[in-house]
């Protein structure tokens, strides 16, 4: 399959790693839009939100005890947690990542 998110969980793609375990992935956004900006992926491709089902919610249950695990890591007390589900959201890259942005004052959402 031709995700660049699955290539980065093969190896296939370089990244700059935050936080690894069996089943989750978070690395640096190569394009931040905060002063700290990780990407936090299920290694499991899964499409988008749309794709979560009961078969596969563990892992996205397991992402939401990962996260604040990275944000204390990163010294992030504020944060904002995003997932873009569709083109017309702004997701670019169709496997299923969170976003965790910090470091400043987050505008209110648009
Ligand atoms: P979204 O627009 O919600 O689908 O988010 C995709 C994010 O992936 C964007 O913020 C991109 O900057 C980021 N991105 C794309 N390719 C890479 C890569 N090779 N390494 C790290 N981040 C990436
Ligand atoms: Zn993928």
């Given at each position: ?6 290539k980065?969980?093969?190896?296939e ?18 394009e ?25 919610a563990?892992?996205v249950?397991?992402?939401f ?6 944000a ?30 910090g ?8």
């Amino acid at each position: 399959m031709d995700c660049i998110f699955c290539k980065i969980v093969n190896g296939e793609i370089p990244n700059n790693t935050v936080y690894e375990d069996d089943r989750v992935l978070a690395f640096y956004d190569i394009e931040p839009k905060a002063p700290v900006h990780v990407l936090v992926i299920p290694k499991q491709h899964l499409r988008g939100a749309d794709a979560v089902c009961e078969e596969n919610a563990s892992v996205v249950a397991h992402i939401f005890t990962v996260i604040p695990q990275i944000a204390s890591k990163l010294g992030l007390t504020d944060y904002r947690v995003v997932t873009n589900n569709g083109a017309d959201a702004g997701q670019t890259v169709h496997h299923l990542h969170f976003h965790i942005l910090g470091g400043r004052t987050l505008g209110e959402m648009g």
